[in-house]
């Protein structure tokens, strides 16, 4: 059966119709008064043996004659539009199910209330608002299908979801040296470098421009930095070939080297072989 037939109320009410023999469903917009008022007519049809007629607009015909084959599979019923109804015997008997708005057309609603005249029951369904003095004068029934009937209940708030425990940071731990290095901004890098050339640079030679080597620092990425400091060394060297340290004044000792100190006092006071003097 059609899911909204099964709710309580919308059952409730195809009851209802069946039990008065029908009557005029008055609906808000979107519920299913047509379904409602097209359960009552099959079953009251059903009940009686008598035919069944559903007269509609043509686009809603199939779901007309869904709501019948599923109240009651098989039973015979006659599913006519708007246009059709007019063409039918004025003295139809049995059950006619009828939507309010086709008689707006005056020739259909002469041919229609001439239908419902005749017929065993009479089921109406009309949407709230719809003004049709026709419907003041059927005695039949009221029936008001309120919308809330049909309302899907309130769906409860989910329950909060469980906060997430907060990680804790991790300890620091020591970073390598020739990793921190590595990581270490251009300009520091290269004040390292330029420190390590300003010593080995200490030996009286000219010494670099303070401007060139800050624009190093700030310009030059390091493996730049660190050629140019290169470069700088050499030249420093080769002018240090090129330009010999002044001789020593007369009566200055020179200054002998360690190793050959050592090396000469031992050659003194090694033994001599025989035959030599």
Do not use: W
Request: proline share 10%.
């Amino acid at each position: 059966m059609t899911d909204v037939l099964t709710h309580p109320e919308a059952a409730q009410l195809v009851d209802s119709l069946v039990a008065s023999g029908g009557g005029l469903v008055s609906y808000a917009f979107g519920a299913p008064g047509r379904q409602i008022a097209a359960a009552a007519g099959a079953r009251l049809a059903a009940d009686s043996g008598t035919s069944l007629t559903v007269v509609d607009f043509r686009h809603l015909l199939p779901q007309m004659r869904s709501v019948v084959d599923e109240v009651r599979p098989g039973l015979a019923c006659t599913v006519i539009s708007a246009g059709e109804a007019v063409q039918q015997p004025r003295n139809t008997e049995g059950v006619l199910v009828v939507h309010a708005e086709v008689l707006h057309d005056p020739r259909t609603r002469e041919a229609l209330l001439a239908m419902a005249a005749t017929a065993d029951s009479l089921v109406v369904a009309s949407s709230d608002g719809f003004d049709e003095p026709a419907l003041d004068d059927l005695a039949i029934p009221r029936f008001v299908f309120r919308p809330g009937d049909l309302m899907s209940p309130v769906p409860q708030e989910p329950p909060p979801r469980p906060r997430l425990r907060e990680r804790e940071p991790a300890p620091p731990h020591e970073v390598p040296s020739s990793r921190r290095d590595l990581a270490a901004p251009a300009g520091e890098r290269g004040q390292r470098l330029l420190r390590q050339a300003g010593t080995e640079a200490e030996s009286g030679q000219e010494t670099v421009n303070d401007k060139e080597l800050d624009d190093l620092v700030q310009n030059s990425d390091p493996d730049e930095l660190s050629r140019r400091i290169g470069g700088i060394r050499d030249q420093q060297r080769q002018r240090a070939a090129d330009h010999p340290a002044p001789a020593l004044a007369p009566g200055v000792p020179a200054a002998r080297d360690h190793g050959q100190e050592q090396a000469a006092a031992h050659q003194q006071h090694r033994p001599q072989g025989p035959g030599r003097t």
